[in-house]
């Protein structure tokens, strides 16, 4: 790569409206669904398909809105369990509110259609 040069891309799709985006060392990941079931067991993700948490690590947890099938609390509480310091950047209050309860570091509400410069 020259100077200016963007970094690599990488872009995972996990199913449902969940990706995993690894640009350089920076790692985002949108609407976290991890299990297959939700909006109380009654909807399911297919194809069925398995999601380590562990390995997902990521920097930025973007969550677009609060329907619950981007918006899943029990994902949120795994994924704080893992990595408190992962930042969740939402705007919805909703969203905002339960993230800094579930007990991440840093939630970040911004406004729609707004742009956010990332380290890198």
Not at 88 to 103: D, H, M, N, S, Y
Not at 104 to 113: K, N, P
């Amino acid at each position: 790569a020259t100077p200016g040069d963007s970094p690599p891309q990488k872009w995972h799709y996990l199913g449902h409206a969940m990706w995993l985006v690894v640009i350089g060392e920076l790692r985002l990941l949108f609407d976290p669904l991890l299990d297959d079931l939700h909006h109380g067991d009654v909807f399911v993700v297919w194809p069925p398909r398995r999601i380590l948490a562990e390995a997902l690590r990521p920097d930025f947890i973007i969550v677009k809105h609060r329907h619950p099938d981007h918006f899943d609390v029990s994902s949120l509480f795994r994924l704080a369990e893992l990595d408190r310091d992962s930042v969740v950047v939402t705007a919805c209050p909703l969203v905002e509110q339960t993230a800094k309860r579930i007990g991440f570091s840093t939630v970040a509400r911004v406004d729609e259609l707004h742009h956010i410069a990332l380290d890198g």
